[in-house]
């Protein structure tokens, strides 16, 4: 007494015909799936440049301060180096920082940049007018050579 009117040859047919109905849709799938996805075994690490706020102002002093000449001493105030830097500076960095460094130290670029970018990040990063003017001392002349570095910027 069947009720379905189904023998049993019948529905293990109607089930092996699902049963590979499935397989080709997840065979298929597969294909699919491995035809339109890349087959590159590669990692890209981008490298982004260092963030500088004080390059341009310090490049922009160095041409005002020596015409970016490294060389460059100033007999009248005793600086020295590319952006000219004095005694009292370089006393200040060496208490602050525990170096020893001296005014003829000044006349190597590297040294002497590294003197300015350490007293340059005691500003926030987008005063670069305090920057220069920190850099110039004080007083009426420091409004003009702002301006003269604002010029080179």
Known sequence: MRESG??????????????KKIICIILLTLI???CIAPNIKELYIGVSEPFKPFEKVYYAQCDYESDHDPLAF???E???GIVQIRQCRVDDYNQRTGSNYTLYDMFD????????????????????????KDWNGSGPMTIEYWEQIKKRL
Do not use: R
Request: aromatic share 10%; charged share 15%; no cysteine.
């Open 6 to 19: 189904m023998g049993s040859g019948e529905l293990l047919t109607k089930n092996s015909v699902m049963i």
């Open 32 to 34: 699919f799936i491995k």
């Open 74 to 76: 100033n007999i009248l």
């Open 78 to 80: 005793g600086a020295t």
């Open 109 to 132: 670029p590297v040294i002497s940049k590294k003197v300015y970018m350490y007293f340059a990040m005691l500003h926030h990063w987008s005063d670069i007018e305090g920057v220069a």
